[in-house]
Structure formats: C-alpha cells, structure tokens
C-alpha cells in the first residue's frame, strides 16, 4: 500500500566512498515525487563532522566560497573548498575535500601511500579553524580528529577553537592547547536527551559560534 504523506523529510548523512549526504537526498527526493507528486519533501543533508560538514555549516550560517587549488591523497592537484565567515574571520572546512577517500580511486587506496598534505595546505589559507566533537576531554589530546587539526594548525601557526558538545576539562588540559575551548550547552539546563536533538544541537552551536566570534 502506498503510504499517504503530506510532508516528508529526508535526512542522509553521506554513503561513504558512494555517494555524498546531498546527493542522498536528491536521490530520495526524485524518487519520492514520482510516486507522491503532490507531498511537500524537504531535504536536510547531514553529516557527523566528516564528509558534507561544510554544506550543513552552509545552510545554517551565511558564509562566502572559497576554492583553492591543494595537493590530493596522491599529491596530485585538486581544486577544494571550504566555507567562510561573512566578516572574513572565520574558515569551515572538511579534511575529505582536501584528502577524503572519493579522491582516491579503489585501486589506490593505500593509506601508507596516501597523505593529508593537502588538508594543511587549506588550513594555511586561514586564521582560524574551528573544530569539535560529541564530547572532549584529555582523550581528546590522545589522537582524536580535533587533536589532529590542532597538530597541522600549529605547524602553520594557525589560531584553533574546540567547540563540543561536552567539555571535560578540569585541569584546563585543552584550554592549555586550543585557543578557546567552549561547550555548545554550557548554558543550557535542558536535559540530555532533549540536547542530543538535531535541532537543539544545531541551534546551540550557532549560538555558541556567535558569541565566541562576538566575544559575548
């Protein structure tokens, strides 16, 4: 039986290495028109801080494009691009455009032969990263993807600001190797399971980014 909907949302994160979080949704889109021409469908492309980041961070903030030329996984060039600021201070970027596995074809996915280089050539054309995850704490420091931003952005002297969505800090560890280090809930008492909403996560965030470029 065909189901009967009205409204319908599809919310993909990216297929790894197939197809991107974006395309998902168009996908899905197409598909669901054909079938119920008349239902309102609203695409919300998603992503977990890999692949796709820097389209969510463009649908939720007004930024401007920027497009380099970088080194690849295979130090071939590549034309990447990343999000930034209105005011010009503020860089959004993803490690994938620059050295992510859709640039590597299948037969070449070696990962002791690949290389990130590009993804610090693009962090040199900042002046600030903004990096983050779930929750941070001195595992954080122990190999974790926003420790390894903040490894490439100090070989280029480039400002880092941690933006989780829990910080665990007492010993002000992260605060003695991030620039700012801030939680997006800090200032909200609702209980988890109401932050951990997209929507709630998604709005604090850009709260949280307000104010740490305002200084508020």
């Not at 197809?19 to 609203?42: D, F, G, H, M, Q």
């Not at 962090?123 to 903040?150: F, R």
Request: charged share 25%; hydrophobic share 40%.
């Amino acid at each position: 039986m065909t189901v009967m909907a009205k409204r319908i949302i599809v919310a993909f994160d990216s297929f790894k290495g197939c197809i991107s979080a974006k395309e998902a949704c168009e996908a899905a889109t197409e598909e669901i028109r054909s079938v119920l021409p008349n239902a309102n469908v609203i695409q919300l492309p998603l992503s977990d801080g890999g692949e796709g980041l820097v389209e969510c961070i463009k649908r939720l903030l007004p930024t401007i494009d920027v497009s380099l030329t970088v080194h690849g996984p295979l130090m071939e060039k590549v034309t990447c691009s990343y999000a930034i600021s209105l005011d010009g201070k503020t860089a959004y970027m993803e490690m994938a455009a620059a050295s992510g596995l859709t640039l590597v074809p299948e037969d070449k996915r070696n990962p002791m032969e690949a290389t990130t280089y590009g993804v610090g050539e693009m962090i040199k054309d900042a002046d600030i990263v903004i990096t983050g995850e779930g929750k941070s704490d001195t595992q954080t420091l122990m190999g974790k993807v926003p420790h390894g931003v903040l490894k490439r952005c100090l070989r280029e002297g480039v400002e880092v600001w941690l933006l989780s969505g829990a910080i665990d800090d007492p010993k002000s560890v992260l605060s003695r190797h991030f620039s700012k280090v801030k939680s997006i809930n800090e200032n909200d008492s609702r209980p988890l399971a109401q932050l951990l909403l997209p929507e709630v996560a998604k709005e604090n965030l850009r709260n949280t980014v307000k104010r740490t470029i305002t200084n508020k």
